[in-house]
């Protein structure tokens, strides 16, 4: 059983974190006596004997983050990398980067993430639904692998995360539109219901229930050639004045549709999209969005999720970044 028994085989029978076992193991005067002796009668009972590559975080050469993703080809995604990377640089952390597809079986994908020995994980993979979610969490937390969400945002305020109040954020987004005079305020989301968009949704909701107004939700696809057509037969049977998508693509697929119909944006009809990416101001009129501090979040989230891998104080593990509004042609 020696040979088969792993670090991470320790840490659950033991409940404590990876950092915690190789404190033991290698400074054993930073562990308070009673954790101590419990990780080393767990060590001696399973017969662990580390090697050189499952040694710990205090005596490796390298400590590898596990970042965990949906697509690294998004103009958001990418932004998120470059404050990871720089952070994991100063610390001289090696990257492993696994994509979570929505096709791929999950399970599966979950299992070849723990098998890498990753000594924290860091979740940006926000395109989950809540059950997803879920299993994804609760697999990682059994394999007593550090967690921090990176801009993916959860109901279980346990779980360590870094974000912005996307709640909040649209509640003011959807109240400024409502005051400016609009009536038929619209907020575009994805057909799958992603965690992350649940708190956007409540934003609108609830600003649009306070003004005793009909919530107008329409859920499309972000694929571009989708969401247009969608967005076609919407326009033919409603009356819009104003949208917010969850995405800027999603808000700008709109409004191409909606000036390719005859209307003008935004004496028509205003938009507003809820990322702020490159193609905001690639856009014509260019996109009034939420400007989400996208690489601060990548940053934050690295340094929250160090703090965790060394067992370090932390004063508060869900943490809101400010966010602000980028004004620009798409609203009045």
């Not at 059950?131 to 921090?148: C, F, G, R, T």
């Not at 219901?193 to 909701?205: C, D, I, P, R, T």
């Not at 949208?243 to 507003?272: C, H, Q, T, W």
Request: proline share 3%; charged share 25%.
């Amino acid at each position: 059983m020696a040979n088969n028994t792993t670090i991470y085989d320790v840490a659950g029978a033991a409940k404590v974190s990876l950092a915690t076992v190789s404190r033991v193991m290698n400074n054993p005067e930073k562990v308070n006596p009673e954790t101590r002796e419990k990780v080393l009668k767990v060590i001696k009972e399973l017969g662990y004997r580390p090697n050189a590559i499952a040694r710990g975080l205090a005596s490796r050469k390298t400590t590898t983050v596990g970042i965990v993703l949906a697509d690294v080809s998004r103009a958001a995604a990418a932004q998120l990398l470059g404050g990871i990377s720089d952070i994991a640089k100063k610390y001289d952390y090696a990257i492993k980067l696994f994509t979570m597809a929505p096709e791929e079986d999950l399970k599966e994908t979950l299992r070849k993430i723990v098998s890498e020995q990753v000594d924290g994980i860091l979740l940006l993979n926000e395109e989950l639904e809540k059950e997803e979610m879920d299993l994804v969490i609760n697999h990682i937390q059994d394999a007593q692998i550090p967690l921090v969400l990176c801009n993916a945002s959860y109901t279980d305020k346990d779980v360590p995360s870094v974000s912005i109040d996307y709640e909040a954020a649209t509640y003011k987004l959807t109240k400024d539109l409502i005051e400016s005079g609009k009536k038929n305020i619209y907020f575009a989301s994805t057909v799958h219901k992603y965690s992350s968009n649940f708190f956007k949704l409540q934003g609108y909701e609830k600003a649009m229930k306070e003004a005793n107004m009909e919530p107008n939700v329409f859920r499309t696809s972000g694929d571009v050639s989708i969401s247009t057509l969608h967005f076609k037969e919407l326009l033919k049977n409603h009356k819009i004045d104003a949208l917010i998508g969850v995405r800027d693509s999603i808000a700008i697929s709109f409004m191409n549709v909606a000036i390719e119909s005859g209307y003008k944006v935004p004496e028509d009809i205003s938009v507003i999209g809820l990322q702020n990416t490159k193609y905001a101001v690639l856009s014509r009129p260019q996109l009034t969005c939420l400007d989400t501090p996208v690489y601060d979040i990548g940053a934050v989230s690295m340094r929250l999720l160090t703090k965790y891998m060394a067992n370090e104080e932390i004063s508060d593990d869900n943490i809101l970044l400010p966010h602000s509004v980028v004004k620009r042609k798409s609203t009045n």
